[in-house]
């Protein structure tokens, strides 16, 4: 007889509520295995490919791709016992027990919580109970799928890569029609699209959001951009922002990074301005440890920490993300390149954990890399400061009382006014700038 049991959406890092659907792997019919991925989804810190706790064979998938889903909703229905004969399910238990904790043990990828979870009320909800936690996956007849159109608008169903190759080609991802299964768009796709021989999807005003009208495009704020959106409001208004400014030569630096990819031991590392800034941004905090403290609001206490978890302002299609390089003050410059390297790799291709952006203890954004000299960044959440790495440019500089075209670099630092005092901000900022102006004055620190 067969035993249905529905897939909760789990609690994939601490304090998600919810979470929206990307892409799924699987389709009613198919026969999956014990961690199997099954469901791509995208929380508020990255994107997570969710595997399933059992084996059996997919009856029905509750959610559409582009949903969003409240954590320990249903979103699949599974055959646990394919091999018993059709019969209908008994209905669904009032109170079901909670699965045994081994059941629940091959599950992988979920972080420490378990899967029922205790969800917070969402902000500006009308007054009601606190709602029960959620039940955990029992036997019960599958359900009618959910066929509601994603709130909002429509999403594209691509992968990070796909759409970051999108990006790059400057193609719409909402005027392609997908190829593959379940209308998923692939990169030959978009190719073909960038390349003009791709056929472009019916233009609907209501999935895409389009008002012909007033000629405007609405997209809805969930994700990666609506959790940025919070995190920076609430510290632009929690944490009293003072930024400070500083313009440097790093002609020396530059020099010094062509000898080392020209060493034997920096064979095939990618070696850049911000290898250096992580590694000065270490030592300088060393020295002005306020820097690296934290403001504790709800015990009154400054916390000093005795490490450095680094966080790196990413760009992705999926927007800013900050993943960190954990004890990055024990590395080695080689080390703390090659780190760089694989964490904002993973990060472009959209696979950062939510673990990964957790803890941080100060941070590092490179506004740089688009070409802008400087900036006024906002401290990263549970950080007291925020260094800004501007473009390298030619620039005329003084030299021994002549003008000469020099390597010049415009750094600022934003930092918390109630933990930083601005004698410790600026000689922090003087020491990264030492550094980075002449890398031979880290033997002295």
């Known amino acids: 007889m067969p035993e249905y049991k529905q897939f909760p959406l789990a609690d994939t890092a601490e304090?998600?509520?919810?979470?929206?659907?990307?892409?799924?792997?699987?389709?009613?019919?198919?026969?999956?295995?014990?961690?199997?991925?099954?469901v791509e989804v995208e929380t508020a810190k990255a994107a997570v490919e969710l595997p399933i706790p059992w084996a059996g064979v997919v009856t029905e998938l509750l959610v559409e791709p582009g949903q969003t889903v409240e954590v320990g909703a249903p979103i699949l229905t599974i055959d646990v016992d394919p091999g018993g004969k059709a019969a209908p399910a008994p209905a669904a238990a009032p109170a079901a027990e909670e699965p045994a904790e081994e059941e629940m043990k091959p599950l992988v990828g979920y972080g420490s919580k378990a899967v029922v979870t205790q969800r917070r009320a969402r902000k500006g909800a009308a007054s009601a109970p606190a709602p029960a936690p959620a039940p955990a996956p029992v036997a019960v007849a599958p359900?009618?799928?959910?066929?509601?159109?994603?709130?909002?608008?429509?999403?594209?169903?691509?992968?990070?890569?796909?759409?970051?190759?999108?990006?790059?080609?400057?193609?719409?991802?909402?005027?392609?029609?997908?190829?593959?299964?379940?209308?998923?768009?692939?990169?030959?796709?978009?190719?073909?699209?960038?390349?003009?021989?791709?056929?472009?999807?019916?233009?609907?005003?209501?999935?895409?959001?389009?008002?012909?009208?007033?000629?405007?495009?609405?997209?809805?704020?969930?994700?990666?951009?609506?959790?940025?959106?919070?995190?920076?409001?609430?510290?632009?208004?929690t944490a009293p922002h003072v930024t400070e400014f500083l313009t440097i030569d790093v002609t020396p630096m530059m020099e010094f990074r062509e000898k080392l990819k020209k060493s034997r031991e920096f064979a095939g590392?990618?070696?850049?301005?911000?290898?250096?800034?992580?590694?000065?941004?270490?030592?300088?905090?060393?020295?002005?440890?306020?820097?690296?403290?934290?403001?504790?609001?709800?015990?009154?206490?400054?916390?000093?920490?005795?490490?450095?978890?680094?966080?790196?302002?990413?760009a992705t299609p999926r927007g800013l993300v900050v993943p960190k390089v954990r004890d990055a003050d024990s590395m080695s410059l080689k080390e703390l390149a090659i780190a760089l390297t694989e964490l904002t790799d993973v990060a472009r291709e959209g696979k950062t954990t939510p673990a990964a952006m957790l803890g941080g203890t100060i941070t590092i954004t490179n506004v740089?890399?688009?070409?802008?000299?400087?900036?006024?960044?906002?401290?990263?959440?549970?950080?007291?400061?925020?260094?800004?790495?501007?473009?390298?440019?030619?620039?005329?500089?003084?030299?021994?009382?002549?003008?000469?075209?020099?390597?010049?670099?415009?750094?600022?630092?934003?930092?918390?006014?109630?933990?930083?005092?601005?004698?410790?901000?600026?000689?922090?900022?003087?020491?990264?700038?030492?550094?980075?102006?002449d890398p031979a004055v880290a033997i002295t620190y």
């Not at 304090?15 to 099954?38: M, R």
């Not at 800034?277 to 504790?296: E, G, I, Q, S």
């Not at 003084?398 to 918390?416: P, T, Y």
Request: some cysteine; charged content about 20%.
């Open 143 to 237: 359900e009618p799928a959910l066929a509601s159109k994603p709130k909002g608008g429509y999403v594209p169903l691509a992968k990070p890569p796909v759409r970051k190759l999108a990006k790059d080609l400057g193609v719409d991802l909402h005027a392609l029609t997908g190829t593959a299964d379940g209308g998923v768009i692939t990169r030959d796709d978009v190719q073909a699209a960038a390349n003009g021989s791709a056929a472009p999807a019916a233009v609907s005003t209501v999935d895409s959001g389009y008002d012909p009208a007033t000629r405007e495009r609405r997209v809805p704020i969930k994700g990666v951009r609506k959790a940025t959106a919070a995190a920076m409001v609430q510290s632009a208004y």
């Open 368 to 437: 740089g890399v688009f070409g802008v000299d400087t900036g006024t960044p906002i401290i990263n959440p549970g950080e007291s400061a925020i260094l800004c790495l501007g473009a390298i440019k030619d620039t005329p500089w003084v030299v021994d009382g002549e003008i000469k075209v020099r390597k010049v670099l415009q750094l600022s630092l934003s930092f918390d006014h109630r933990v930083v005092d601005g004698q410790q901000g600026s000689e922090f900022l003087a020491d990264v700038g030492a550094l980075l102006a």
């Open 269 to 314: 590392v990618k070696v850049t301005p911000l290898t250096f800034a992580a590694k000065a941004v270490c030592l300088a905090a060393k020295r002005t440890p306020d820097v690296n403290a934290v403001w504790d609001e709800a015990a009154q206490e400054i916390v000093y920490k005795d490490y450095v978890h680094l966080g790196i302002a990413a």
């Open 15 to 38: 304090g998600l509520t919810e979470a929206d659907i990307i892409a799924w792997q699987v389709k009613p019919g198919d026969t999956v295995t014990v961690n199997q991925i099954v």
